[in-house]
């Protein structure tokens, strides 16, 4: 019998590294993640009922894949890969670390089998991941904070930019949108119903409780997509202060040798990957049996299955947690064996009734569940920065129309500042100041495309690398 519904729901998001800088920030960031989170879970999820989004500026950069920086790609993994793992481990082995030194030789397996899968996929990693089976979602064009984008021709660029190249490539949609950090507020869901959204996850820990069975309820919208919640208590067991990851038993993520390499577990020993695969099981079992009770619960009190959301970002799983594809596959194998019915958020549209008349507040998964991660002092510069730049933007699109190479490239221009990870990386001092130099970088590129359509620069080329292709302005100009 089954004890009501899990949707798991993957967010895949990179910002636009690719072409800008390399180690330690920059287009490295998009190889390590293709070797070590998306073509490592290609097997894991394939026809799997899960729920898989895939950010267009992702897709942006996993198309480029097939051509010259796919060559990058296979240069990173056997040039730079390979040898270091060879050199530290020969180094740790003249250390008398020979523990270390064989981990560091086993770990160097992972790139040579990501090697082995992307030429067996020609490179194509985006229409691997297309062809998987599962359920797949889109998002806003760059990931810009919605709330914040200070216009409503600015947000409809960023949702109908995101809906259209997500069509162009898989061949359809059907419905599901990610806010880019799960960030809401009252009148979004307008303009997703607009452009044809079914659906969409809301963070209401806030608003309704850690832990209220109300987070197991999707929740109808008077303009028509159903919010689906988030079960933080769920959520919190992999992505929190004390969850699975930071068991001592798992690969440490911040312990590096010379090269950037990660032998130590977090407790700090040699780090035994037979033993943290066998943990990973024991926590996926665990993670089930937690899911169960929470629906079991809520059928107690409201008499109906309810259904869990676990929403996490896909690059979690691989990469900051090593041992998360065993989590997730040993995960989906289970559920049915507990009752428990994993679902695509579409299915679950179909088997549940969304509650009418619950408000829904403003929100985010951010740390406060507000969004002082993207608004607060210590990124106001870039935050009015993007805002000065969306309404100069406008301001030229409304004054000649859309037409016209520079005007092309502003737009793009601006759709890079406003990726919200550039005051993520600010507000947690992750990358230097490599947000400040992309966003100054891309400002000073708009402006000089604006520039031109007044007549005092030379015309630009409309496309920005890979970002955005075939973009559509006329949100900006539509009445």
Request: proline letters at 6%.
């Amino acid at each position: 019998m089954k004890r009501g519904s899990l949707a798991m729901v993957l967010h895949s998001h990179m910002p636009y590294v690719e072409g800008f800088g390399t180690w330690p920030f920059g287009e490295e960031w998009l190889w390590e993640a293709v070797a070590t989170v998306y073509l490592p879970l290609l097997e894991v999820l394939r026809d799997k009922p899960v729920t898989l989004g895939l950010t267009p500026v992702l897709c942006d950069q996993l198309e480029t894949l097939t051509g010259e920086p796919g060559d990058r790609f296979t240069s990173f993994l056997r040039d730079i890969r390979a040898p270091i793992h060879d050199e530290d481990a020969s180094g740790l082995e003249q250390s008398g670390e020979p523990g270390l030194a064989a981990e560091v030789r086993r770990a160097a397996g992972d790139y040579a089998r990501a090697d082995e899968a992307f030429s067996s996929l020609g490179g194509d990693v985006l229409g691997a991941l297309g062809a998987l089976g599962v359920e797949l979602w889109t998002s806003a064009a760059t990931h810009a904070v919605l709330p914040l984008v200070a216009t409503e021709p600015g947000r409809q660029l960023q949702i109908s930019a995101g809906v259209a190249s997500h069509e162009r490539r898989f061949g359809g949609w059907g419905g599901g949108f990610w806010l880019p950090e799960c960030a809401y507020e009252p009148g979004l869901e307008r303009e997703l119903a607009e452009l044809g959204t079914r659906c969409f996850c809301v963070d209401q820990t806030n608003a309704r409780g850690l832990g209220s069975l109300d987070q197991l309820e999707p929740m109808a919208t008077e303009a028509g997509p159903v919010a689906v919640p988030i079960d933080w208590q769920t959520i919190e067991l992999i992505w929190g202060p004390n969850s699975y990851p930071g068991h001592d038993t798992y690969r440490d993520y911040h312990g590096r040798t010379i090269h950037d390499l990660k032998p130590w577990n977090n407790g700090g020993g040699s780090y035994e990957h037979e033993a943290a695969l066998g943990l990973a099981k024991e926590h996926a079992h665990q993670f089930v049996r937690h899911v169960a009770a929470r629906l079991d619960a809520y059928e107690r009190e409201r008499g109906r299955p309810g259904l869990v959301c676990c929403a996490l970002d896909t690059e979690l799983i691989g990469h900051w947690w090593y041992e998360g594809p065993a989590f997730l596959a040993e995960v989906l194998d289970l559920c049915d064996g507990e009752g428990v019915e994993l679902v695509t958020l579409p299915e679950a549209l179909d088997a549940f009734e969304p509650v009418e008349g619950r408000e829904l507040e403003p929100s985010s998964w951010g740390r406060r569940k507000d969004l002082s991660t993207w608004d607060s002092p210590k990124v106001a510069e870039l935050a009015f920065a993007a805002r000065a730049a969306e309404l100069a933007t406008l301001a030229a699109a409304s004054r000649g129309g859309v037409a016209g190479p520079a005007l092309e490239r502003a737009v793009r221009e601006l759709l890079a500042v406003q990726s919200s990870d550039w005051a993520f990386l600010t507000t947690y001092e992750l990358a230097g100041d490599y947000p400040q130099q992309r966003v100054d970088g891309h400002l000073a590129e708009l402006h000089a495309a604006l520039a031109a359509l007044t007549g005092s620069r030379a015309e630009p080329e409309a496309e920005l690398r890979n970002l955005a292709p075939k973009l559509d302005l006329s949100p900006l100009v539509a009445p």
